[in-house]
């Protein structure tokens, strides 16, 4: 599919998106970055299809934080509900955490231009997060276990089954070394996965997606990116020091973190360490 997509002219990339979600009116008309959405869409796809997702009649709250992730996965839905293939109905979500100088109007602005519907909550986390946590430590956890438990009752609140986010390849990268090396578990971010109540779907379509692919999307499409100050500005932070080396190692061997992602779907527990998983004690020979 890839070499398909590599090797496609003009006119066919042209031919297969013909006509699409108004969010996509102003697009590069360029083949470069047809062949990009389309990557990114066939990816987006695979990964609904792989890890079934979709469940027809379901409604989604779809999380826009305003970051590129969420931006690209937002635009990959709609191509994919405007072709046809996602038949679900689909709410954005913005969580408002009173962040200081956070350009609340942003977000509205945008998804108003779209004709995409959509839900503003705002709930002051910011200042929950700055006064528990001790200084030079980092907001992360605090503000994420937070921002969830917001995002779950709107979800029920709007009768949604699923809570979608933008997490791509890397961020489940990181996320599995940042387990390795600093809590001795083997554990990532899965695509698929139901909350401690039993009654929401989280779901993570763009985990095949690369992030430069993801970055250079939303470029493209210039969406009005509002970066995360909150948790960007503190330095040093381990996720980051992941990322540098994930980042080492793809470019000293191309291909390496597609092979990585792989692996996590491959496991074989006969050859790891868990007693849980692999009854070790069991094992005997033949007689």
């Not at 937070?146 to 990181?174: F, S, T, W």
């Not at 210039?222 to 960007?232: A, K, R, V, Y």
């Not at 191309?254 to 004690?281: C, Q, T, V, Y």
């Amino acid at each position: 599919m890839t070499d398909l997509i590599d090797n496609a002219t003009a006119e066919e990339l042209d031919d297969d998106f013909a006509g699409t979600h108004s969010l996509f009116a102003n697009a590069p008309k360029s083949v470069a970055f047809a062949k990009l959405r389309k990557r990114l869409v066939r990816q987006t796809r695979a990964a609904l299809d792989d890890f079934n997702m979709v469940r027809p009649g379901d409604r989604w709250l779809v999380c826009l934080s305003g970051g590129k992730d969420s931006y690209a996965m937002l635009a990959m839905l709609l191509d994919l509900k405007w072709r046809g293939l996602l038949p679900v109905d689909l709410l954005a979500c913005n969580l408002d955490q009173a962040q200081p100088g956070f350009p609340a109007d942003v977000l509205p602005r945008f998804l108003d231009g779209a004709g995409v519907p959509y839900r503003i909550e705002r709930q002051d986390t910011y200042s929950v997060v700055v006064s528990k946590v001790p200084a030079g430590r980092t907001y992360c956890a605090l503000c994420s276990r937070l921002r969830r438990g917001h995002l779950y009752r709107v979800a029920r609140e709007e009768g949604c089954q699923a809570l979608v986010l933008g997490h791509h390849r890397e961020d489940i990268l990181e996320t599995f070394f940042l387990n390795l090396f600093h809590g001795g578990k083997l554990a990532a971010m899965p695509p698929k996965l139901v909350n401690e109540e039993g009654d929401i779907f989280v779901l993570r379509p763009l985990a095949y997606a690369a992030e430069d692919d993801i970055e250079r999307f939303s470029s493209l499409m210039q969406f009005p990116i509002i970066p995360c100050d909150l948790c960007g500005s503190q330095e040093g932070l381990q996720r980051n020091q992941i990322k540098a080396m994930l980042a080492d190692w793809e470019a000293k061997a191309p291909g390496r973190k597609d092979i990585m992602l792989k692996a996590l779907g491959n496991a074989n527990p006969s050859h790891l360490m868990d007693r849980e998983l692999f009854d070790f004690a069991g094992l005997d020979l033949r007689q």
